[in-house]
Nanobody, 125 residues
Framework: VQLQAFGGGLVQAGDSLRLSCRAS????????IGWFRQAPGKDREFVAT????????DYVDSVRGRFTISRDNAKNTVYLQMNSLTLEDTAKYYC???????????????????WGQGTLVTVSS
C-alpha cells in the first residue's frame, strides 16, 4: 500500500487547510487511516484516525472541534480539514494505514503498517 499525503502549505493563524491522503490499494476500504504530525525536535504525535467505513473517529484533544477527518472510499482518499489553525499546528503531517475491518482506532504509530511521505504545514502569526 502506497500513501501520498498532500495539501500542506504556508498559512496564517486562524486560516484553514485541507490535507488529503490518497492510497494506491484497491482494498482501501479495508484500512483504517490515521493522521500524525511531527514538529521539529518533537516526537510524532497522533492527530486523528478514522476506521474503514468512516463510522468511528477519534482526535487528539488539542485539535478536537477544529479538525475533521473524513474519507471517500470511492476515491481512495482520506481528508483532514483543519480550521482555526494555530502556531502549534505547525508540523509535517503524515497519513498512515492499518488493515482492520473493526471499529478499532489506534492512536500510536506502531499500530500502523504503511506510511506516506508527509506534507508540511506551516502556520505563521
Amino acid at each position: 500500500v502506497q500513501l501520498q499525503a498532500f495539501g500542506g502549505g504556508l498559512v496564517q493563524a486562524g486560516d484553514s487547510l485541507r490535507l488529503s491522503c490518497r492510497a494506491s490499494t484497491r482494498a482501501f476500504s479495508s484500512y483504517g487511516i490515521g493522521w500524525f504530525r511531527q514538529a521539529p525536535g518533537k516526537d510524532r504525535e497522533f492527530v486523528a484516525t478514522i476506521n474503514w467505513n468512516g463510522r468511528s473517529i477519534d482526535y487528539v484533544d488539542s485539535v478536537r472541534g477544529r479538525f475533521t477527518i473524513s474519507r471517500d472510499n470511492a476515491k481512495n482518499t482520506v481528508y483532514l480539514q483543519m480550521n482555526s489553525l494555530t502556531l502549534e499546528d505547525t508540523a509535517k503531517y503524515y497519513c498512515a494505514a492499518h488493515f482492520s475491518l473493526t471499529e478499532n482506532l489506534p492512536t500510536i504509530p506502531v499500530r500502523y503498517d504503511y506510511w506516506g511521505q508527509g506534507t508540511l504545514v506551516t502556520v505563521s502569526s
